[in-house]
């Protein structure tokens, strides 16, 4: 059987990120995708079990306490963690998976998965282009995204760290990309 690869996508919010790793699953019918457990308010569009699952803080803390996560952090003041499950859905099978998490996560996957991981950074065209993108989703009020660009610097001097930086300017050439990446990394 061959092995399956963690294929790990981050990005500050609103670089496209969760646009890309869907392009990029859609090209790949047998690459699984990780859906995380977070705390935050369901969007509009979002099915549970599906894009997250959705807990209260409480059923994520017993998830914590039972050791149920195999890297969790607190972003904009909510619980996000990948679920041991769903990376065992993955490896004990030889399937690849793709996952949608945060800088920090992903260098933890990194850690734990060495030899399996693949770490690609999305980094906006610039500061203004990610802040347009974030206020086009409408998903954010003030509060949120100011939140959310707050911790940008952090995540641009992060991102260093991965094996690959893919700039999302023009959509189709970042997806086209990333697909190269992955090509040569499966
Ligand atoms: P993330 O998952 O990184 O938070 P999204 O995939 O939700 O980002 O993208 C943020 C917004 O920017 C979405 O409305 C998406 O449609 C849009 N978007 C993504 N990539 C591009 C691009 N290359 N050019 C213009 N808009 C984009
Ligand atoms: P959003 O609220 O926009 O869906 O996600 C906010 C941030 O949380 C994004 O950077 C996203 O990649 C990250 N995230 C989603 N799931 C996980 C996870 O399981 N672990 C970690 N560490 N970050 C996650």
Redesign the pocket.
Known sequence: MTKGKLIVIS??????????AKAILAKYPTMLFSVSATTRPIRIGEVNGRDYFFLTRQEFEDRIGTGGLAEWEEIYGNYYGTLKNEIHRALDHGYSMMF?VDVKGALSIRRHFPKDSVLIF?KPPSIEVLKK??E??KTENPETLKQRLDRVPMELEQGSQFDFQVV????NK?VAEVDEIVQQNL
Not at 168 to 171: A, H, Q, V
């Open positions: 990005a500050p919010s609103g670089c496209g990120k969760t646009t890309i949608d999305i993108r974030l086009n989703r999302n300017d023009d959509l970042a």
